[in-house]
């Protein structure tokens, strides 16, 4: 677009230029005039423009690292040590000797779809309560947009859970806000045996909620499993 609004204004120049030469003094001074306001609103409006989306840009930003900051202590209770970060060698090497069985994986995602709501409850809970969490259910009449509370010494969670045949939208990360601010939570998340729409992963970043799918609840229960068959 500044390309072409700069070669508009170099032929109207161009115009000007030539008209003024042949005595036409006051066309000449109009279009000039009319070059000169129109390049005025053209860098006015690119100005408007900028600090319009610098906001969003802004809220953007802080909701990635935010999101960033969720995931990393998705799992991690309070009041435990944490292992040291390995290396990438080490992590590859690691990988290496305990492959995931993509197979197994799926398998849970397919059990998860399965089971009832009931059912779906009652495993996060008990999930939950083995990382080391203190876990409460709320009411099933009236939820207020939570449906388990997770207490750690340092933090408290709301969870979110949508089982169902769909991916799910933005209104249950709707639900999981409404359930942080009535509930005083320091994080929200929302929690599905499926996948979420674009919409709920932008909203998700903009607000600071944690997204759990399909696959990383899947990731989730099969190290239980794995920490069940090692001991």
Known sequence: MGCVALFV?????????????????????????????????????????????????RRRRQGEGRQGRLRREQERPSGRRVAPALSAPQARREDKERPRDQFELDAIVQRLSEISEGEFERLMASYFRRRGYDVELTPASDDRGADLLLTATDRNIVVRLRRQGVPVGNRVVQEALSGRAFYGAYEAWV??????????????????VRLIDGSELAEWLSKLLDQYRNG
């Open 191 to 208: 929690i599905t045996n499926n996948t979420f729409t674009r919409a709920a992963r932008n909203d998700a970043v903009v607000a600071g």
């Open 9 to 57: 204004f170099v032929i109207l120049g161009l115009v000007g230029l030539a008209l003024y030469e042949r005595g036409y003094l006051n066309i000449a001074l109009a279009i000039v005039s009319g070059v000169a306001v129109s390049v005025g609103l053209l860098y006015a409006y690119r100005a408007w423009a900028v600090r319009r989306d610098q906001p969003t840009q």
